[in-house]
């Protein structure tokens, strides 16, 4: 029996009632889809998160990864579930018709995701990595390259990686010292060493592809003079058979603190100076190519800290229910008054309304954005495309840093509301935060997303892509100031939202005379962003749940959903939003200290 449980009814409250997906049948590119198919995914979906993947969360957790021989072995039970996740054609599904996909709606396939996360998060690398690994091909190999490789990815047949990080290089990237020198046959012999590579070696498939980021001898030094390559485990004969292996070798493995049945490498390629590889898009752009990887990977990273976060908080919540402790407030003095479940504690109900609203408003979030690339992707409008597209890139660093940071705070409160049964291995809590801590370093840490906000979201397009997107919040606001019974978080809103506007505005003011006072609020900015985005998508849903309420029947399970939802906006806009006030005067106070500290 698993641990895991998952909130289908707000997965469908967002994506049905909240973005309107259906919306989406509308465009050609998805009219094979219908309602009852985006249904039945999620059933499907469903199923394979409780049934397959989420018994193994916590066995393969103990047993982890190792090295034999040179080989890594991963845990025996995912071979099995690995064959059942290739058979549904999890490993991608969003991927186009033509290269074996089913053309899913992306925002359709991180609801799944979600599920699959949530149920087994170290499984979830090998086909995840995979995916995205070969639309980098998709998009930017050669015919030839593409011809061989792009379908037995999206199969999940070979799977893939993403090889960036070096001892010397981690966030700045263009430090990296692997090379690569042209041969005659076109390919390109690449040596170096590639430490922490996720999924970087296995016993599950029979070729994995790495994309390494390398400098071909004697291009630029620092970032532009990067290429990118595909680099197989096992050559490939341009018939698309198996050749020999490539001069490509595991010296070790990491013993990490969670995700322990994800196989984190070193990876040396080149040893013996026979490792081939084919350049990916054009020489001295890998890092635009690498960066269309990242950037799907960012929002997917989100999603692991929003789909941990919610798992924690559905098992912190049925724990309260059931574990009994104490006695209501009003009896505490009664040494006989009866006893109660801890979640009639205000202090409990504080945490669980704080893991529900941040849970709901991540998952909104996250969903939100996958919608917007799926619209940009498929409407006709150009002008209205490159729009979608500009608050997505806006969203980015915000989906992968929020949502990681206050997952993580999900999984923290919900050992909190264990009490010390959190802390103890029998409940699966300590293993979700074990196993989320990480979305907030790879894939660019926090702190470097929340510099790349600042540092090149905002100036985008002089500033208007933010200004636009405030627009858009603003002109709920005028819309909603006097609903109801929402009207006062509305104005809540308004307040967080204006702060982050003067607080932008400062900046911009402050120009380039004193780079280092805005980098250091780089991620109290981030933090006031997220508020307002997940706050303003909270108050929509609480406004949406409002308006069928009065239609529920009294004590549905219906009623009682869009009568929480409502209370769930009212609660982060009162407890959360006023957060900004403090961010934003620390941001304003000029205070240097932390500059001045002699460290
Ligand atoms: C389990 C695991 C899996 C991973 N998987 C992969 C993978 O599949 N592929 C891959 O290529 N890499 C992977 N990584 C590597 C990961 O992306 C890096 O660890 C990350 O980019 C940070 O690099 P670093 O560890 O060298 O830290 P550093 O870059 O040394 O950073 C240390 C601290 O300094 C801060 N910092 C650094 N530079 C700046 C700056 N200019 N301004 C402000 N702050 C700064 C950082 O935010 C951080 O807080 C993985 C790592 C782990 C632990």
Redesign the pocket.
Known sequence: MSHYHLDRRDVEFVLFEQLQLEKLLNLPKYSEYSKEIFDMVLGEAQKIAMDVLAPMNEPADKEGCRLEDGQVKIPKIFHDAYEKYKAGGWVAPHAKVEWGGQGMPVSLYLAATEFFVGACTSFLFYPG?TASAAHVVELFGSDLVKKNYVEKMYSGDWTG?????EAG????VGDLLTSATPNDDGTYNVVGT???????DHDMAENIGHLVLARVKGDPAGIKGISLFLVPKIWVKDDGSLGEANDVTIPSI?H?MG?NA?S?CVINFGDEGKCRGYLIGKRMKGIVAMFHMMNEARIVTGAQGMALGNAAYQSALLYAKERVQGTDISNMKDADAPRVTIDKHPDVKRMLATMKAYSEGLRALILKSAYLLDMSESIDDPVEAARLRGVLELLTPICKAYCTDKGFKVTELAIQTYGGYGYIREYPVEQYMRDVK?AS????????QA?DLLGRKLPMKNGMVFMNFLGVIGDFIDANKAHPVLGGAVLLLEKAKNKLGEVSYGFAMSGQSDPDYP?LHAVNFLEMMGNVVVGHLLIEGGIIAAGKLPDAKEGSSDAVYYSNKVKTAQFFATNILPGNDALAAAIVSKDRSALEIEF
């Open positions: 990595l990686t993403m090889c960036l990080t290089a981690g966030s700045a590639k430490i922490f590579i996720s999924a970087g990491e990490k995700i994800c984190t990480i370093l790879y894939e660019g840490t926090n702190g470097i510099m980098m």
